[in-house]
């Protein structure tokens, strides 16, 4: 009789996150690392003259899995991070023209108004606006200048302090618009005269034209960390050998989502796992073929 080949695993092929009470799964494909940490404590019984425990008794487990993924979707991001039913939004279908946030009053509340200040900032027809985020400066009753915070789509930045502009925009009144260079955006006027108080200013975030998009909130007041099946699997191996584990109830801790130059990003995440008493189990690895 000779020894039976032994029981091996190789690589990582994926990883699915189960919800426990939809059922609905959605896969990790891009994962570069599982570290689970099952190990236990043992609590020994220490004293008088012996060198070595009278006794050993079981203590905590360690209960922890880090994962490492270079995969950001929505609904990744919603079981390891979190969220609320305001701290998320997803746009399927995207923005077919683009999309321009309302202006908010940041200092002051002169800079926007419908009557005699800025009623909004709108796409220029038929064009495809630079993304970001703008802040808009009164420097005179009726002119402004133009600050965006970054420049992927090749914006010229005119002074150190990321001005765009120029030279200052005159903001038309009786609702006439004027565009900003350079971005596809216009400023729509207020109704009335045009008479805002110098120093103010406004914000306003700008989408391009995409076919998709999303926003997830971390940290938010309405919060929640679901519970999730996590499953992992190594790569099949020749034979039609296969591993897996399956871990029934684990809770995320938040995210770090970690980012280096000329790098792809990763995703860095630590789960608590937690005893299922329904299976009985905390955690279960198979093992078919060898």
Not at 137 to 143: I, L, N, P, Q, R
Not at 228 to 233: A, R, V
Request: charged residues 15%; without cysteine.
């Amino acid at each position: 009789m000779t020894l039976s080949n032994p029981t091996s695993m190789f690589g990582l092929h994926m990883a699915t996150i189960r919800d426990r009470v939809t059922k609905e799964t959605h896969p990790m494909r891009i994962i570069m690392e599982a570290n689970p940490d099952f190990s236990q404590e043992n609590i020994p019984l220490q004293g008088g003259r012996s060198p070595f425990p009278w006794a050993t008794a079981p203590g905590y487990a360690e209960a922890s899995l880090s994962l490492t993924i270079a995969q950001y979707d929505l609904n990744i991001l919603k079981y390891l991070q979190g969220y609320g039913a305001a701290t998320y939004s997803e746009n399927a279908s995207g923005d077919a023209t683009g999309n321009v946030t309302a202006v908010i009053n940041e200092v002051g509340t002169s800079a926007v108004n419908a009557t005699t200040g800025v009623a909004s900032v709108q796409v220029k027809s038929g064009a495809n606006p630079v993304f970001g985020d703008y802040i808009l400066e009164v420097t005179g009753a009726d002119t402004v200048d133009i600050y965006l915070n970054n420049n992927l789509d090749g914006v010229t930045f005119q002074t150190d302090d990321m001005k765009i502009t120029s030279s200052a925009l005159t903001v038309p009144g009786t609702g006439g618009t004027i565009e900003i260079p350079g971005v596809n955006l216009e400023i729509v006027g207020g109704s009335g005269t045009i008479a805002m108080t110098t120093g103010d200013k406004l914000s306003f975030s700008v989408r391009p034209v995409n076919t998709y998009n999303f926003e997830l909130a971390g940290g938010a007041s309405d919060e929640v960390k679901p519970e999730f099946e996590l499953f992992i699997f190594t790569e099949k191996l020749p034979g039609g050998m296969y591993r897996a584990l399956h871990v029934p109830r684990v809770i995320a801790n938040g995210v770090s989502p970690s980012m280096e130059a000329k790098g792809w990003a990763q995703l860095e995440s630590e789960l608590m796992v937690q005893y299922d008493s329904a299976l009985d189990y905390a955690w279960k690895f198979r093992s078919i073929g060898r």
